[in-house]
């Protein structure tokens, strides 16, 4: 299995910025995802996850609001929608996904498989 998330940059505060995370070697349908953040210094974060059937997303309460996590079955890729962004939003974000579980759950030990990492930085 394979992640690949992109989509980062550097973008004003208040501005939008959308992060995608390909997926291959298995189907999403199949698997709960989750997206973290890591920002300088910090630890690992849980951002927001989608369930297996899609039915159920949650986020953190820091982003609830303003991003919004959706999934294309056809394209195997799952989104992190992220508007009104704000300077402590500023951290690497990282997909992750997880074979065992239905729904998505804060413990980044959950997940089997990460993507690489996209760096998303916000200016005040």
């Known amino acids: 299995v394979q992640l690949q998330a992109s989509g980062g940059g550097l973008v004003q505060a208040g501005g939008s910025l959308r992060l995608s995370c390909a997926a291959s070697g298995r189907t999403l349908t199949d698997s709960t995802m989750a997206w973290f953040r890591q920002a300088p210094g910090k630890g690992r974060e849980f951002v927001g996850g989608i369930s297996r059937s899609g039915g159920n997303i949650h986020y953190t309460d820091s982003v609830k609001g303003r991003f919004t996590i959706s999934r294309d079955n056809a394209k195997n890729t799952v989104y992190l929608q992220m508007n009104s962004l704000k300077p402590d939003d500023t951290a690497v974000y990282y997909c992750?996904?997880?074979?065992?579980?239905?729904?998505?759950?804060?413990?980044?030990?959950?997940?089997?498989?990460w993507g690489q990492g996209t760096l998303v930085t916000v200016s005040s």
């Open positions: 992750a996904l997880s074979s065992c579980y239905s729904v998505s759950v804060r413990r980044f030990d959950a997940y089997d498989y």
